[in-house]
């Protein structure tokens, strides 16, 4: 490869697309290293505290979209106090200063402000996509400025963030001139919007593939949008309420019909179960359809629903589906790739919603499936026994049964062996989530057979650091770590300090870890942050080491502390 | 089973355990972490009027738990949580009718009264409702267009405050955006609204 000039290498990288290649690419020698650097568009960065904006920069000038990681995944669940960091801010504010061409930005749970949003829109010409997912920390008048300034905007994709609302008609800021859009995703704002300006933005966009509208647009005016955009592939249906008898709803009926482009079908944030039958012309079609955030669609409505939905390759849906109806799913949908089934009610125990008896049908049902997100009220051995049987292809499988330690309700056991034998029988698994009663058996099977595991979640389970251990020593490709309330201490912890660095980050909350131990660890690597969040009352960090340490989050980093971070947050 | 696993769980004997009343706070996503001592706090109890204290993470205590747990199960009100359980992110918008209680006042009246607007599905059942709280005034029923009896001479508006702090005749929105945005309702004196020219009543049909 030495002989051919470095346009040709380049030409050739240009067919190496995924990060994980490009990076490999790059450590093969300094020549390729440096063609690949000028030539990469596209960069990941899966931790914003492992690296600077401004080494980015240096190495990257090439750059176009950037993919930002902000706070730990259990930041989800209220377990990482607010203000802990993941601030975009100083991310912006170094691209806008440079000469980088940005065009696209997505971040994962970052804090990101109007100001910042601000300065982005304002910073680079060529900007086209902007995608937030689960962020927090501005409002609606940054994305009106996003709206405004981005002459050339085609995808504003805000998913499950917490926006405050002010209602200041964002949506009337985008210009008449911009009609570029492809993809508008505004289900989580709260707010009204102005209707007649998005029904005027809807038809002067003609390549608009992707809308998702919030709980604020009514079913009357889903029906004028339709009518502009019939090449819809991908809707999410905001209100969905009327009398059927109505002359709206016939006309939203006959709209639909023409809709044979629609591939992906969401929201329904408030719907009337006797307006579903609309829906039915286009179900035939749809690859994905995510009811889970509708409220009110008992069993039954979900099940005549999915009957005609025979393509589905991802369902998303609430547990008042039922068992029933997951025996539906699995005798229609036999393109399903990957089922989540959310919790409706979860402190109503008595209103078992779905059990073992589902995911068996879906198993033996749906041959195809990899990707797996069930929330059930009980589980037991015998099923996923059964379940790793029919199903050796999952990628993902996250169970999670409500009450945290509940054993095999059948034989009073721990689900070692249920979990023991969906590890050993697909051997492609990259993640894996655990509830229910378990031991360190469990850890055991998951270190002897999930060579292939990326990210592994637990809580409540195991016995004693043996468990962690297993994983550790076992788990070659672990990349993310995370335990809560598991009796995990510091033998664990410090066994093997080394391969910490080989991943992303480890989480631990109330479990066995001493000040002590973390102290150890940050001292013997310099490689690490190890960060410790002390929310109790006593505002000042004692110094015993021997006190167990609430929330441990470590992460590998090229460039040391990090400078944001809050008052309760003890950098070691 | 190992015996280990038994010592974590099924532990009835409270007495034996070296630790003292456990807390649990319970928060919902998005919500603000400052308690009202102005401590920095993880999440705010709101809500849920039947919660029960339990602590797991004090710095000093012995593990148990599975104890822990088995306590949360115990105690005598229904709904305990544990912190962050399920996982799953904006639980609380998913699917779950959740509870709206608003402040009603009524103009003379000595005191306020609260509904829960979740369980009304529409204007007409509100109305009726607060009618029979408040029973000895009536209501001006516009979306009837009908006048209703007037019993003692006295008639009221129905307005509410909405998000942005404005004062709103009760009836112009779709119902799921008043119950959205209604911070608190007001039974005004018709009398006081009489020269506003208020006379007709609001549409029932979504506005742009």
């Known amino acids: ?572 | 089973m190992s015996s280990e696993n038994g010592k974590r769980l099924l532990e009835t004997d409270a007495g034996g355990l070296n630790f003292e009343a456990t807390e649990l706070t319970l928060g919902l996503p998005g919500e603000p972490r400052v308690t009202s001592d102005g401590g920095a706090k993880l999440g705010s109890k709101r809500g849920f009027s039947e919660t029960v204290d339990l602590k797991l993470g004090d710095n000093n205590r012995e593990v148990k738990l599975g104890h822990s747990l088995q306590e949360a199960a115990k105690s005598p009100v229904s709904k305990t949580q544990v912190v962050g359980w399920p996982p799953v992110r904006g639980f609380a918008k998913r699917g779950k009718k959740s509870c709206k209680y608003v402040k009603v006042a009524v103009d003379g009246a000595p005191y306020l009264r609260k509904v829960d607007l979740e369980i009304y599905n529409s204007y007409q059942q509100l109305l009726t409702s607060l009618e029979d709280m408040f029973s000895c005034f009536t209501i001006r029923n516009y979306l009837n267009e009908k006048k209703i009896e007037q019993v003692n001479g006295i008639e009221y508006m129905p307005t509410y405050e909405d998000k942005d702090g404005d004062w709103m005749l009760v009836g112009d929105v779709p119902w799921q955006m008043f119950v959205e945005s209604c911070k608190r309702l007001r039974l005004m004196k018709s009398s006081e609204a009489v020269g506003l020219g208020l006379t007709t009543g609001p549409k029932y049909s979504s506005t742009n």
């Open chain 1, 1 to 572: 490869m030495n002989y051919f000039p470095d346009e040709v290498v380049e030409h050739v990288f240009d067919f190496i697309t995924s990060h994980k290649d490009r990076n490999s690419v790059s450590l093969v020698c300094k020549s390729w290293y440096k063609i690949e650097r000028y030539s990469r568009q596209r960069v990941f960065i899966g931790n914003c505290y492992s690296i600077t904006p401004q080494r980015l920069i240096a190495r990257f000038p090439g750059l176009k979209s950037l993919t930002l990681k902000g706070k730990p995944h259990f930041a989800d669940f209220n377990l990482v106090p607010h203000d802990w960091g993941g601030f975009v801010d100083p991310w912006i504010k170094a691209l806008a200063k440079s000469r980088i061409g940005l065009e696209e930005l997505r971040l994962k749970r970052m804090v990101v402000s109007d100001d910042s949003l601000e300065l982005l829109s304002k910073s680079f010409p060529n900007f086209k996509s902007l995608v937030l997912v689960s962020c927090e920390g501005f409002t609606t008048d940054g994305v009106a400025a996003i709206a405004a300034n981005c002459r050339f905007l085609r995808e504003l994709d805000l998913q499950e963030n917490e926006v405050e609302d002010h209602r200041g008609h964002w949506l009337s800021c985008f210009p008449e001139s911009c009609t570029s859009l492809v993809s508008l995703n505004f289900a989580c704002l709260k707010g009204e919007i102005n209707l007649a300006s998005l029904e005027r933005l809807v038809a002067r966009s003609p390549n608009l593939k992707s809308l998702r509208l919030n709980r604020m647009v009514p079913l009357d005016t889903l029906q004028k949008l339709l009518m502009r955009a019939p090449q819809l592939v991908d809707l999410g249906i905001g209100s969905y309420v009327d009398d059927p008898s109505s002359e709206v709803f016939s006309k939203l009926k006959a709209v639909i019909q023409l809709c044979n482009s629609i591939r992906s079908l969401s929201g329904f944030l408030e719907v009337a179960p006797c307006c579903m039958s609309a829906i039915y012309p286009i179900c035939e079609n749809l690859t994905f359809l995510n009811l889970s955030y509708a409220p009110g669609l008992q069993g039954n409505d979900l099940t005549k629903l999915v009957q005609h939905c025979r393509k589905l390759q991802r369902l998303w849906i609430l547990d008042c589906i039922g068992d029933k109806g997951l025996g539906v799913v699995a005798s229609t949908c036999k393109e399903l790739q990957e089922l989540r089934v959310f919790p409706s009610d979860p402190f109503d125990a008595g209103n078992a919603a779905v059990t073992e008896e589902g995911l068996v049908l879906i198993s033996a049902g749906c041959p195809k499936l990899n990707s797996l997100l069930y929330f059930c009220h009980q589980m037991t051995n015998a099923a996923l026994i059964t379940v790793a049987k029919n199903c050796t292809n999952f990628i993902r499988f996250r169970l999670c049964i409500l009450d945290p330690v509940k054993a095999d309700p059948v034989t009073n056991q721990p689900l070692d062996e249920g979990f023991g034998a969906i590890v050993r029988s697909n051997k492609s698994l990259k993640r894996l989530s655990l509830s229910g009663l378990l031991t360190d058996q469990v850890f055991l099977y998951i270190g002897m057979y999930a060579k292939k595991l990326e990210m592994l979640s637990i809580a409540f389970a195991g016995d004693s650091n043996k468990g962690m251990l297993y994983v550790l020593n076992g788990c070659k490709k672990l990349r993310k770590l995370e335990i809560r309330d598991c009796p995990f201490g510091d033998v664990a912890l410090l066994e093997d300090m080394g391969k910490y660095e080989t991943m992303r980050s480890l989480w631990m909350s109330s479990c066995e870890v001493t000040l002590g131990a973390c102290k150890i660890l940050a001292k013997k690597m310099p490689s690490l942050n190890v960060e410790i969040i002390n929310e109790s009352e006593q505002l000042e960090f004692s110094l015993d080491d021997r006190l167990l340490v609430d929330k441990m989050y470590l992460y590998r980093t090229l460039v040391g502390h990090r400078k944001d971070k809050p008052e309760y947050v003890l950098l070691l």
